[in-house]
């Protein structure tokens, strides 16, 4: 554990991601702290450039909200929204996919039909449709971003499954008389958990743009804060008050890039191919 | 003789796949809200009753269910893709009408993207590997910041800064209307409207290309028969052309046939900001008429698409790999 | 006036038809409006004056209308236009499928006559003054009947390729690029149209679309066509021409819907609490930006019997709680939510406004999101606590504003109807009365009354007249001249070199 | 052999005082120290010594070839006089290939998977711009019939996934030879192959120094492989050169404790005693006619079947050792895998006590399970990663039916059994050699006390050392236990050591069966002749009167060191 947090941390970028990850994280839980009132309250003139009011540093909205307030609350919901749909998408995708590749045969040709389904429409569309059929709300939301991103967790985690079967500790396992959701569960998904940490950080990063696009298309949740949605709320007065949609703009960017450069961490420090050549 | 077999084998299942999207879409959609009848009646502010239940009655949303699904899929057999309520056109012919602008913005995207995004994938993977780690560093940082950047954000100020300040380029529309442009003119015209349009819609994909690229270029450099390579004298720029390169692209020819099967789709965020007259628009109108027979004739001719790009992906693979026709 | 060149303008959303009885969306009308005509055409103060029509007389008791036709008129493929179009038109055409004159046809007119081939007489089941009203293009078309005669109305391939006998004949049809329509050499005003060609682009985004006029790529941008915020920076520009007129015969009011059928809004104190917490001015100067009016009633300023002496609502959140501690309504109990209005973003910041202001006097709010479709099967099923709506008057209360609260509306089924499930007898009968009296004393009187009854019942909370800023380039001549302003023909309409 | 040449001539290569450091963090912070060794033309010097005592490293200095962490810290490396550590990257790159090449231990991924194997043998000459034109295809093919291959012709246009592993390690060669290098480096080439391959593999190295007059400098860890084609040998421990002379010199009178402990522990072909004969019980488990036949689908409607078991039959009684012995592909792991029910049979019957189990489902299997139990081949993939020792042990109690506590208290048990450390518990795999990890391996199968344990290839992934301490205890406690033990392995001097009765097999059938002494005294099929010729160093019996600790591996010193060798 400790020769790994070394690895990882040596990785520049990682460390880079880790140190602004948590930084969002912190801002997400302290969020009232910061701002003690809600980030939908007009608590000054519209439209207040940033910089010009000691007050509202980040400057105010339309509707003389408070940007920074914005951007603190939306930390909160888009992280959420991210963190919570890639939870769901990792789920279905390792349960689907971890039966599909223990089990092989029909099982596996039927579950791998059903994941085409899902694959075979275009992933903002579908994403789109579910949203609008069960009616823009956190919960579709992050159903909807789930939906479409557990098939690619399904066939990473059945390809996995099907070496890791074949492995000669499983083998040892069967050999002993455990039974398979035994086997599945404590013999052959811990050995996959790597691949599947990789992959889910950078999906954390994905649901963050998706939510966003899905925003800025109108169909956010108007109850719940978001960076996307303050976005998609900031494209009409890209002219006039830039800065509405520079300021989520950016945060999009830093925590998407914070994600990925951890997720890349964890993938060097996690990938023993990469650790044999010393890298 | 094989390929024919394994062809036909996979279109048999391709078509039980299509069929199933198909299905799954037309139930799913129906627990939408809202019919088109009750949409037709809110756009033109005003209606009564008996005419909403007269056009339910027109369209045939007062058949049951399964009846409904059943005179679809009759259709479908017969290459029927039905009719739009709201446009009162065959539903093909009004998607055929936008497809040559998604084929077109697609291949053009996606071209781009692969070629960029590989081209610098072997870039960096090659400075990392003569050494020049800080050449790849700042590549793959470039790289990481666009794929970092929302999409939609990037393609505004685009237009900003492209075509109003710079009045470089044209910021929308897939040509210049009423110009009577012919010819050569003509393919210049929507040529210039592309580039916008493909270099947003096309970064992102670059982005991922470049990464996984050099990902797999750096893998397959620490493989054993590189260092053969080596013991024969070969020099590193005919290392990294011929034993490399081939051997990296087959997860990004994989990739590829992903993005092209998300493209096919048609690009809702790019088609909106840029005005392009593509599928995915239509999609997403026809989804808010709750047009079900258009919205369902998009998802069939894009997943058939989507299959055909799988199908022609695997192919790809194989005359890249022979041994995945030895294997499977 | 300077005869031809090119008119570039924007229709978005894209309309699915141009076919103008079939369809009725906004950009339909704006298209359709230059191929398609009605008997008449109405002036911006709403005076009546010759469209296909020429002249036209009403009986003393209301009941009988006769029309004159223009002589001369040719439809697009040269058939000659006559009475028989316009018996068709309206006893078969729009009696069947348009959603609005139906309701009007079926509920006044009795018979339908072409008295010579020049002339139509209507005679009327009761009198109804605002009759006449109808008679715009995008309520009352003429269409071909020897095209649509026996057909299916709706499957007919004409729909695609509209034929009527406006200033202009539709060309081309690009699906999600552009609508060409070109001059009508054999149009019935000599010498007319000046423009040789119109353009309507598909743009789908609104900071797109301010782009192109920007660049000059289009030159007149319709009100919707741009977020408020960019006209403000649009009609700086040089060269540009800015006008709020035009739209005189649709005059719309935007209000805030309450359902009246459940707690708490079937408490009046509680909807007048709710006006005392929205500050209106707030809403037009800062959602709006300044385009549009602080309304007073169900009735715009710009439409017919207008009474501005109606009990006035200030924003006074002191006076919104103490409104609802009257009620005696305990708000923590009915949580409401707030189904936001899916036609635009500033009808979500409205949401998102109103649900602050509401929170501040002790509602339990949330919001929910929806599409069109959504929300128009939600509102007619009454399955909303509070959502906004903005609805066209047509020139006259009877048309456009009695039918959002009738108790005979309050029919389950379809949306701009009195889905607010306002129920009072004695304004049934007020309504009636005015629709029918022929005095136009008598109806300012009645409709008086009732403005003053709704807004005391806060019927629907009324928030603002919309105001459409049309936006042009100074070189275009002549495009807003009448009460329905762009929807018009454009036959007048010409460009300085 | 020739020893004589070295007083005449210069030698060819000349490694003095290399020392290689590795990165920090690793076992140890050099990979070489202070080695120094010549090799002169026309001879073949092998290199020998354990797993990670610096064989590889020091082979790949000399092409400089090392990884980009590691470099020489000091000593030369003299090619023809020339110092190579001095030269750069150009130089070498010309030198590489065409003064001296290297054939790589692994036939699978040495090669380029996706090019031609014409190509491939081609561009050593391309790079060189030697052979130019037509003459460098002729140069191809014939280099290919040179080293054996058949149809050079078509195997010119053909790939290497469609070669066996032998043939790759003989298109390696063939690249090797194109330019007529005159050093030839070969790391461990023939280590993945069988024995029959091996023996012609290494008949063809030693045939082409010959002819060549190269001089060629042999990896390996075999001293079965020394014995057969060594000149003069050189003996590496944990970076150090400890010892170096003529190969006669070496093997039969070695000097060094070190090289002395490694060749006591090659398993002897001739067994010392014969075992007492195991009483005439009734069989534990009967084999009768045995069937598996693979089907692999080709692409379309081809299928391709291979017969890897066809019927078989054998019976093995508690307390018997039996041996299963054959080239690679003659079906010995499938007959081990359809004892264990991890494969479905195609024919035939298991008969355990009696009862036939070939027909139950998995579910009611489940329950005998633990009577029949295997160590795998690899101790480093047998073992959950993830998993404790301990937990690794008590999953098989605690599946069926043991309470937790009483399965631990028997896991410390077995631990002690098979010479673990107790702390070794709590420990991961990570934390074992690989002889440690066997033994958690033989722990696990006896943990649920088996009647019958199928062994397959337990032990030939171990270095020869460590290996013969794993057999002894194995023997050991399969006595004690009274165990049917079922022992699978190509190596046929293992089998000859520990076997009671040994089974041939070829292709799927059993060609001979009986005792060890019978079957290699006197072969009476062809085919176990020609496996027995093949044993690399035949003629060479391992001197039995070593000093020094013979029976390493029940010394517990001898674990201690490997402790700190492999640990973390
Ligand atoms: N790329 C590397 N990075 C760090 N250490 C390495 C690397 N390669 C080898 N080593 C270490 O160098 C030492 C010598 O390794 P080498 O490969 O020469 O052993 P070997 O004698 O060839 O063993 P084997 O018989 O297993 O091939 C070992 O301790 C090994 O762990
Ligand atoms: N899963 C499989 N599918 C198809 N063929 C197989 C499979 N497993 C083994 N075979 C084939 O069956 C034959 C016997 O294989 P098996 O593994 O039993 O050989 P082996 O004697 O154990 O060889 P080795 O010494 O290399 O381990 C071989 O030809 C092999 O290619
Ligand atoms: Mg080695
Ligand atoms: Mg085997």
Known sequence: MRHFLRRFLAHKGAAFGTFVLLGVVLIAAFASVLYDQSPWMMVAQPLIPPFTDPAHPFGTDMLGRDIGAGLVFGTRVSLLIAVVSTAMAVLIGVLTGAVSGYYGGWVDDLLMRWTEFFQTIPQLAMALVLVAIFTPSVYSIVGAIAVVSWPPVARLVRSEFMTLKEREFTQAAIVIGQRPSRIIFTQILPNAVSPIIVTASLMTATAILTESALSFLGLGDHDLMSWGFMIGAARTMLRDAPWMSVWPGVAILLAVLAINLVGEGLNDALNPQLRKRGE | ?328 | QVRGGTLQAIAQPEPPLLMLGLNQQTTTQYVGGKIYESLLTWTPDLKPAPGLAKAWRISDDGKVYTFDLQTGVKWHDGQPFTADDVVFSIDKFLRQVHPRARVIINQFVESIKATSPAQVRIVLKTPFPPFLKAFVSDNMPMVPKHIYDGTDFASNPANQHPIGTGPFKFQEWKKGQYIVLVRNPDYWRPGLPYLDKIVFRVIPDAASRSVAFERGDVQVLSSGDVDNVDVKRLKALPKVTYTLNGAEMFSKLAYVQMNEHKPPFDNIKVRQAVMAAINRKFIVDNIFFGIGKVATGPISSTTPFYDAHVTPYTYDPKKARQLIAESGVDLSKTPIRILSYPYGSAWDRLAEYTKQCLEQVGFKVSIEAADPGTWATRVSNFDFDMTFSFTAQYGDPALGVSRLYLSRNEVKGSPFVNNEGYRNPKADELWDQAAAATSNDMRQKLYSQLQQMLVDDVANGYLFEIQNPTLYRSNIHNLVTTAIGLNDTFADVYLDK | MNPSHHTNAAPLLSVRDLSIALPAGGERAYAIRNVSYDIYPGEILCIVGESGSGKSMSANAIMGLLPDTIRAQQGSILFRGLDLLAQDERTLRGMRGKDMAMIFQEPLSALNPLATVGDQVAEVMRVHGAYPGAARKQRVLDLLGFVGLPEPRMLYHGRPFQLSGGQRQRVMIAMALALEPSLLIADEPTTALDVTTQAQILALIARIQREKGMGVMFVTHDFGVVAEIADRVAVMEKGVLVEQGLAAQILNAPAHPYTQRLIAAVPHLRRTAARATVAAAPPVLEIDGLRKTYVTRHGGWHKRTVQAVDGVSFSVRRGETLGIVGESGSGKSTIGKCLLKLTGIDGGAIRFNGVDIAPLIERRFRTQRKHIQMIFQDPFASLNPRHTIGRTLCDGPVANGVPRQQAERQAREYLRLVELDASAFDRYPNQFSGGQRQRVGIARALMLEPQVLVADESVSALDVSVQAQVLKLLQDLQQRLQIGLIFITHDLRVAAQICDAVLVMHRGKVVERGSPADIFDTPAHPYTRTLIDAIPGRNWQPPMAVPGPANAGAAPSADASILQQDGP
């Not at chain 2, 960029?116 to 050494?131: D, I, K």
């Not at chain 2, 393609?155 to 710079?166: D, E, M, T």
Request: aromatic share 10%; glycine share 10%; with cysteine.
């Open chain 2, 1 to 328: 003789m094989k390929l024919l077999y394994i062809v036909a084998a996979r279109l048999g299942k391709a078509v039980t796949v299509v069929v199933g999207v198909v299905i799954i879409n037309f139930l799913l959609i129906r627990l939408a809200p809202g019919d088109p009848a009750s949409v037709m009646a809110g756009d033109a502010g005003a209606s009564d009753t008996t005419y909403v239940e007269q056009l339910r009655h027109q369209f045939g949303l007062d058949k049951p269910l399964y009846v409904q699904l059943g005179i679809y899929l009759k259709g479908i057999a017969h290459l029927d893709l039905g009719y739009s309520y709201q446009q009162r056109v065959p539903v093909l012919s009004l998607i055929l009408d936008r497809l040559p602008a998604t084929l077109l913005l697609m291949g053009c995207a996606f071209v781009f993207s692969l070629a960029a995004g590989v081209l610098l994938g072997v870039f960096a993977s090659s400075s990392h590997y003569a050494r020049r780690k800080w050449i790849d560093s700042a590549v793959m940082g470039g790289a990481l910041l666009i794929y970092a950047t929302p999409q939609f954000w990037l393609a505004l100020l685009a237009i900003i800064f492209f075509s109003l300040q710079l009045d470089w380029l044209p910021a929308f529309g897939m040509e210049t209307v009423g110009a009577g442009y012919v010819g050569i003119q003509r393919v210049g015209d929507v040529a210039l409207h592309l580039v916008l349009p493909t270099i947003s819609l096309g970064c992102f994909f670059m982005a991922v290309y470049a990464r996984l690229t050099r990902a797999s270029m750096l893998d397959v450099l620490g493989m054993d028969f590189v260092r053969t390579a080596r013991a024969k004298g070969t020099p590193p720029g005919q290392i990294i052309r011929r034993h490399v390169l081939r051997n990296a692209l087959l997860p990004v020819v994989t990739l590829a046939g992903i993005q092209l099967g998300q493209l096919a789709g048609g690009a809702v965020l790019t088609e909106t900001v840029f005005g392009w007259p593509g599928i995915g628009r239509l999609m997403f109108d026809a989804l808010f008429h709750r047009d079900y027979q258009l919205l369902l004739g998009v998802f069939l001719v894009t997943s058939t698409m989507v299959v055909a790009f799988n199908l022609l992906t695997d192919l790809v693979c194989r005359l890249i790999d022979p041994r995945i026709q030895a294997r499977s």
